[in-house]
């Protein structure tokens, strides 16, 4: 057996970054920017005003001195024409300011009669204007890779920047496996249960990036799973769930060795996720997960979530981690590293008392996985454990 390091190194290693597709500036959003883009203009490309209010010559500025308003400029529309001494004009936030001036009088501290402004005594400091350029320049670039948030997409939009070079989204295919499955919705026979780890690995790549092939339910015979893995080919990386351990009915190791599976590993010291097996199959990496539903969808964040992020372009990196104070005593952990469901609030984390890997009500209520290195000793409340969101 591996350590959950060393699969996850063995597990880049059969993944390289997807090629580049250039989307719509209004699909970008949660994608992986896949070049340093650049800026096509300067923002603001002229110093504007930020009130509303009266520009003048920022040195005439005084209690009580007059100016003369000889015009106005609003955003969209600036005023045609520069400023002299003793004037002023009328300007709304955003407008260009005019030449000559250098200040913005907001209109709070102003007095008008007809064209003429009286600035009044306790009138307030700032000039209230935006340099050119304040925000950002023309070619200054916004840096790959980065998962775009909403607010790159409005600083792209700003760059005018309206098509957006992207990592291709990773094709998953999901191939859950078991006689025992029907999908939800169908009706169970007396022996089955309806299958739900796909649905909800599924659900967890979708969030993270991933184009999911959710594939029919391959049934425990080798023609079924040979089946699954042609209507998975095209695929990036395919990932089955379950018939990965040691029963008579787990053929999936057999099925992918028929189809010249190069095995990377087989076998993890973790809990829950021991019988996890990963290679490559028709040119496309393969990820053989265990059938537990929780063992498979905290595979999925322990190992498919970094695997995404890594074809997607972004660092190869293990999912985040950060630490949390116990709010119990825990026992010592054995050989494997256990991921524990429990529920951080704020700095503290309490962990479930059951930890059996078919509860998927208690990953429900989960929000974090406790993690406990292999030999971990026994753990007093106010200890500080690690702990990965999920
Ligand atoms: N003698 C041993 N038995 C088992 C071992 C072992 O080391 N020696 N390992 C156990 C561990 S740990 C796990 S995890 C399971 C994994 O087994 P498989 O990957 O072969 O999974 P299955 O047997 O097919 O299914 C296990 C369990 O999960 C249910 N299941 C499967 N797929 C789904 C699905 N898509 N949705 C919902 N539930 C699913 C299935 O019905 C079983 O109850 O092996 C242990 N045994
Ligand atoms: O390793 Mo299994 O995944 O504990 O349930």
Redesign the pocket.
């Known amino acids: 057996m591996i350590s959950v390091v060393e699969a996850l190194d063995a597990l880049f290693a059969l993944v390289t970054p997807l090629d580049v597709e250039w989307v719509p500036l209004d699909h970008a959003a949660g994608r992986v920017l896949a070049r340093n883009v650049a800026a096509q203009r300067t923002q603001p490309p002229f110093a504007a005003s930020a009130m509303d209010g009266y520009a003048v010559h920022g040195a005439a500025v005084a209690p009580g001195a007059r100016f003369h308003v000889i015009g106005e400029a609003a955003a969209g529309h600036g005023f045609d024409g520069a400023i002299a001494n003793g004037q002023a004009v009328r300007i709304f936030t955003g407008a260009p300011l005019p030449q000559g001036a250098d200040r913005v009088v907001i209109q709070e501290d102003v007095a008008r009669d007809a064209d003429v402004i009286t600035l009044r005594a306790d009138l307030d400091g700032n000039a209230y204007v935006r340099p050119a350029g304040a925000d950002f320049l023309a070619g200054d670039l916004l840096g790959a890779p980065r998962r775009l948030t909403p607010a790159d997409i409005a600083l792209l939009a700003a760059m005018n920047i309206a098509r957006v070079p992207v990592t291709r989204r990773p094709v998953v295919a999901i191939v ?3 006689d ?2 029907v999908q939800p919705g169908e009706t169970p026979g007396p022996d089955q ?7 909800g690995l599924a659900a967890l790549l979708r969030a993270h990036g991933a184009d999911v092939r959710l594939l029919p ?1 391959a049934r ?1 015979t080798h023609a079924s799973l040979a089946l699954a893995f042609d209507l998975a080919r095209g695929a990036d990386l395919i990932v089955t ?7 008579d ?2 053929l ?1 190791a057999a099925a992918a060795g028929a189809r010249g599976m190069e095995r990377a590993f087989y ?1 993890v010291a973790m ?5 996890l097996m990963a290679g490559r199959v028709d040119g496309a990496a393969m990820v ?6 929780v ?2 969808m905290v595979c999925g964040h322990v190992f498919l979530l970094p695997l995404i992020a890594a074809m997607s372009g972004l660092s190869a990196r293990p999912a985040p981690r950060r630490s949390a104070i116990l709010t119990h005593d825990l026992t010592a952990n054995g050989p494997r590293e256990h991921y524990m469901r429990a529920v951080c609030a704020g700095d503290s984390v309490t962990v479930f008392d059951r930890q059996d ?2 509860l ?1 009500s208690v990953l429900s209520q989960a929000n974090c996985l406790a993690v406990r290195p292999v030999g971990d000793p026994a753990r007093r409340a106010g200890d500080r454990i690690a702990v990965i969101a999920i």
């Open positions: 859950a496996t078991g025992e499955l249960i309806i299958a739900s780890n796909n649905h339910i425990d769930i379950g018939g990965a351990s040691v029963g009915h787990d999936v076998k809990r829950p996720g021991k019988p053989g997960l265990p059938g537990n539903p063992s498979a890997s078919a998927l």
